[in-house]
């Protein structure tokens, strides 16, 4: 069974620019999580998004969006950056119902760097 | 979430048990026990939960006190793999909550 996966691995923005990463869960998850993880510091709830709708969101100013997908895919994206939104950016999934289903499943991250 | 306390740091010698001890006092009777651990610049691992009774799978145990407030994470036959952080987080069991991560313990597999 495939991950869950992100693109692009690493990306490198400068201040002012706009970021888009996406994660594709794992095969029947319907739920995605976004975290950020900044240098030195704990990873933080951004948002979670199931069947197509946010959930909930973390403690993160508006530019900090995204979507979900009907194939449940995701997108997260980061308007008019900043040089403290340089972090690891990390997407989970989960079932929605059955096994797992109170497991999050975590992909490897996409490291944003902005200058 | 509950919060929960677990020293910054451990040394456990390779193939020895690694302990790692987490206190979630004010944890609340519909909360469940989560750990996860992540290796250097990966995405986190989930490990195992619990409620109240112990738990073993391929991976590790989970001691939890009989009063709930303290836990026990438990690596059998530790590994230079198992060097990681390991985050112990207390959420309720709906399926949709968020993580709430703290600082974790780093622990180092000593060769």
């Known amino acids: 069974e495939a991950g869950v996966t992100q693109s692009p691995t690493h990306l490198i923005k400068t201040r002012g620019q706009q970021a888009t990463l996406r994660c594709s869960p794992i095969?029947?998850?319907?739920?995605v999580y976004w975290y950020q993880q900044a240098l030195g510091l704990g990873l933080q709830f951004l948002l979670w998004?199931?069947?197509?709708?946010?959930?909930n969101r973390g403690n993160f100013p508006p530019r900090f969006s995204g979507r979900q997908f009907p194939n449940y895919s995701s997108e997260l994206n980061v308007n008019a950056l900043e040089l403290e939104d340089s972090a690891l950016y990390l997407c989970?999934?989960?079932?929605?119902?059955?096994?797992?289903?109170?497991?999050?499943?975590f992909g490897p991250g996409t490291r944003l760097t902005v200058l | 979430d509950a919060k929960t306390t677990q020293p910054p740091s451990m040394d456990c010698a390779e193939g020895r048990a690694a302990n790692l001890p987490c206190n979630h006092s004010?944890?609340?009777?519909?909360?469940?026990v989560y750990w996860y651990r992540q290796i250097h610049s990966q995405g986190p691992q989930y490990i195992i939960h619990?409620?109240?009774n112990n738990e073993t799978n391929e991976m590790a145990s989970l001691i939890i006190t009989e009063d709930r407030k303290s836990s026990t994470l438990i690596l059998p036959h530790a590994t230079l793999r198992d060097t990681a952080v390991y985050y112990c987080?207390?959420?309720?069991?709906?399926?949709?909550?968020?993580?709430?991560f703290g600082t974790g313990t780093r622990l180092t597999i000593i060769p």
């Open positions: 989970a999934s989960r079932p929605g119902t059955g096994t797992g289903y109170n497991e999050q499943f």
């Open positions: 095969s029947g998850h319907t739920s």
């Open positions: 998004y199931d069947e197509g709708e946010e959930r």
């Open positions: 004010t944890i609340s009777g519909n909360e469940y």
């Open positions: 619990g409620l109240k």
């Open positions: 987080i207390v959420r309720a069991n709906f399926g949709n909550e968020k993580l709430t």
